[in-house]
């Protein structure tokens, strides 16, 4: 076997690892799900070696996704941390053998502090299933590694059910979007979500009309204005907005006799319009759903603040 399909095989002894996972999913899961749901304190996981890497990641996958959440490791619980936790709070435990003796040393504390454990083990009859509140199966048959000792499947499979319970958290929590936006505001998803039209609108020299303004001068005025519109004003009021398409389509309509005619002749009296505090995902809809390349930023009086196009939103 070469290089290329040892490596093959390690990825189809995971993938089978994680569909043996469902067979096993029964009402202790949905119990676990409810409890967390339920929880009005946070959800401290915990475990030792690979299980604690994997415990850190569903602690941080819980958190930023609605669920306050983090990863403690036993060891730290005998120097203080204990004092972190409440009886309001839920722990999640995790050890493949569910029989590993610093975390074991550790659940008669949180029991005793009546806080319940959701087990995580490939051992239905360890001893952390014992104590367990609710246990998840998160057992394999075999390691990917070709020792069937370095942990592989079992730490896949346990990673797996932690991205489950979060999902299924989600969904429960109707968690949307702007929420996950709002625990990550520095990611690129979070910038788009909470990036607003006042923050990305051309606010300077904007291409400005009136309705009587002759087609000849208004071509002009949208080739200088670089945005590829130009906005008619009447009394400081939005009247209708020209696009280099209407002027192109006059062009073909009127040829010769495009100079005869004003911009009343083709604007739109009714173009899209958005307010300062509207997302740019929302505006993004918009122009989607219009097939168009800007909108018209505005305040409560109908009065011109600026113009978000399709390249404004590319963040």
């Given at each position: 076997?070469?290089?290329?399909?040892?490596?093959?095989?390690?990825?189809?002894?995971?993938?089978?690892?994680?569909?043996?996972?469902?067979?096993k999913m029964d009402d202790q899961f949905e119990k676990a799900v409810e409890l967390m749901l339920n929880c009005k304190g946070k959800?401290?996981?915990?475990?030792?070696?690979?299980?604690?890497?994997?415990?850190?990641k569903i602690a941080a996958t819980l958190a930023s996704t609605g669920t306050p959440s983090f990863f403690i490791n036993p060891l730290d619980v005998y120097h203080g941390d204990l004092g972190v936790m409440t009886k309001d709070d839920v722990v999640i435990a995790i050890s493949n053998s569910g029989q590993t003796d610093e975390l074991l040393r550790f659940i008669p504390m949180v029991l005793h502090t009546n806080i319940p454990i959701i087990g995580m083990?490939?051992?239905?009859?360890?001893?952390?299933?014992?104590?367990?509140?609710?246990?998840?199966?998160?057992?394999?048959?075999?390691?990917?590694?070709?020792?069937?000792?370095?942990?592989t499947s079992s730490t896949t499979a346990a990673l797996a059910m932690g991205d489950a319970l979060a999902i299924a958290l989600m969904q429960r929590r109707n968690f949307q979007?702007?929420?996950?936006?709002?625990?990550?505001?520095?990611?690129?998803?979070?910038?788009?979500l909470l990036t607003t039209a006042q923050d990305v609108m051309r606010s300077e020299d904007m291409p400005i009309l009136s309705s009587n303004t002759s087609l000849g001068e208004a071509i002009m005025i949208?080739?200088?204005?670089?945005?590829g519109l130009?906005?008619?004003?009447?009394?400081?009021?939005?009247?209708?907005?020209?696009?280099?398409?209407?002027?192109?389509r006059a062009?073909?309509?009127?040829?010769?006799?495009?100079?005869?005619?004003?911009?009343?002749?083709i604007m739109t009296r009714t173009p899209k319009m958005v307010t300062p505090d509207t997302k740019i995902t929302e505006i993004q809809r918009v122009m989607q759903k219009y097939k168009i390349h800007s909108v018209l930023v505005v305040n409560k009086q109908n009065e011109l603040l600026g113009v978000v196009d399709h390249y404004s939103c590319m963040i």
């Open positions: 076997m070469n290089t290329k399909e040892i490596g093959i095989q390690a990825i189809k002894d995971e993938a089978e690892a994680l569909l043996d996972l469902i067979p959800v401290i996981v915990t475990g030792v070696g690979k299980s604690g890497h994997i415990g850190a083990s490939g051992n239905p009859d360890s001893l952390l299933a014992k104590y367990s509140t609710y246990h998840l199966n998160v057992g394999v048959k075999k390691e990917a590694c070709p020792l069937n000792l370095a942990p979007p702007q929420d996950f936006a709002h625990f990550h505001p520095g990611g690129e998803l979070g910038k788009r949208v080739s200088e204005g670089k945005l130009g906005v008619a004003i009447e009394n400081g009021k939005i009247a209708g907005l020209i696009t280099d398409g209407d002027i192109r062009i073909e309509r009127w040829k010769a006799e495009l100079f005869n005619h004003v911009v009343s002749d």
